[in-house]
């Protein structure tokens, strides 16, 4: 019997990339997937490969920066399913300006994309997880909340803010015995690997750019009830590239 047999698991995101091999991960388990995404397209694409349609799996077209859609999404799914054992909060975006160019407007989309919708979910899912004993949350960060490139402000602020999110969460909702973890993925290739140059990959410490499945085996482990007792931490996935001290020659 799979760890994830009956379990209910929501995936934000779950259109393309990441979320999409997520999707597909946990319904192999053997889990109810509950795919939100604001692309209707990619949301479709994604659920026609899951495993078996008739699996329970179910996709809601979710903008994450409106409020409510992301609860009448969580109050259906608590309606059809009777319950939430997972959630991952991976769906995110970026507006990549100069701090002089960037407009409020288009700050504002991005945190309330990515940080306030990583809390909304996480809120209105941790209100149906207590109500059947726990469940755990993941947050997909990101190593940009631990470095930067130029013209990155708005989507470091969001995934450094979901670092503290992830802690903050964890010591509130510990005693719905509700477990809150982080991932800060590097680069995770989503699309042709094959043409990657050598280089590419030698210049991780792992010797290999990363791929969607590295992060869904991570999502496994954190979201396992047997790993109950790691919660309010980070997960760093990324070949070993914030360890390495760069210099320019």
């Not at 996709?59 to 991952?88: C, F, W």
């Not at 680069?187 to 043409?195: F, L, R």
Request: proline share 3%.
């Amino acid at each position: 019997m799979n760890t994830y047999d009956g379990k209910v698991v929501v995936i934000t995101g779950a259109g393309q990339g990441i979320g999409r091999t997520l999707a597909i991960t946990y319904a192999q388990q053997g889990a109810a997937v509950m795919l939100l995404d604001k692309n209707e397209t990619s949301l479709q694409s994604t659920w026609e490969q899951l495993s078996s349609a008739d699996a329970g799996h179910k996709r809601y077209t979710v903008d994450l920066s409106q409020t409510e859609d992301i609860i009448n999404a969580m109050n259906d799914i608590q309606k059809n399913a009777g319950r939430i054992d997972v959630l991952i909060n991976n769906a995110g975006l970026g507006v990549w300006k100069s701090p002089y160019e960037i407009t409020i407007e288009e700050w504002d989309y991005v945190l309330g994309t990515n940080l306030r919708g990583t809390f909304l979910c996480a809120r209105e899912a941790a209100k149906i997880m207590r109500t059947h004993g726990g469940g755990a949350i993941v947050n997909i960060s990101s190593t940009r909340a631990l470095m930067s490139e130029p013209n990155s402000e708005a989507y470091a602020a969001s995934k450094g803010g979901i670092l503290s999110l992830t802690h903050a969460l964890a010591v509130s909702l510990g005693p719905d015995h509700i477990t809150v973890n982080a991932i800060c993925p590097g680069w995770i290739e989503n699309g042709d690997y094959s043409k990657l140059r050598a280089e590419d990959h030698t210049q991780h410490p792992a010797q290999r750019v990363g791929k969607p499945e590295d992060i869904a085996r991570a999502c496994l482990y954190l979201t396992d009830p047997a790993n109950d007792f790691v919660t309010g931490t980070q997960m760093t996935v990324d070949g070993g590239m914030t360890r390495k001290m760069m210099y320019i020659e």
